[in-house]
């Protein structure tokens, strides 16, 4: 399966690193200062398991991604409503939109 992860921040950056490091085959969409230190140093996990560094694929804009299988939108809720509604995913058709929060009580 071809993954894109269209938002390489926190959730976006993790999950995809976890999936470059299983082989799977992944694409990482960033923007701005974000994309450039991932090119140049790629992605590193810090993790209580074991701190590592992938270096996926990566754009700076969703029309390079080419097709997918599946897309995962782990952008903030401003830019949901964009990339939710981008020809990407419209010619990606088995697109599921996601919003979660999780609060404590």
């Known amino acids: 399966m071809r993954f894109l992860i269209a938002g390489a921040g926190a959730?976006?950056?993790?999950?995809?690193?976890?999936?470059?490091?299983?082989?799977?085959d992944v694409t990482l969409f960033a923007r701005g200062p974000h994309?450039?230190?991932?090119q140049e140093n790629g992605l590193r996990v810090v993790s209580p398991d074991g701190d590592f560094v992938?270096?996926?694929?990566?754009?700076?804009?969703?029309g390079e991604a080419g097709p997918v299988?599946?897309?995962f939108l782990t952008v903030k809720a401003h830019s949901l409503t964009q990339l939710a509604t981008s020809r990407l995913a419209r010619e990606n058709s088995r697109t599921s939109v996601w919003n979660v929060?999780?609060?404590e009580a």
């Open 69 to 71: 299988d599946a897309i």
């Open 54 to 62: 992938v270096r996926p694929r990566l754009i700076g804009a969703l």
């Open 35 to 38: 994309l450039r230190s991932m």
């Open 11 to 24: 959730i976006g950056g993790y999950l995809g690193a976890r999936l470059a490091r299983a082989g799977e």
């Open 101 to 103: 929060s999780i609060r």
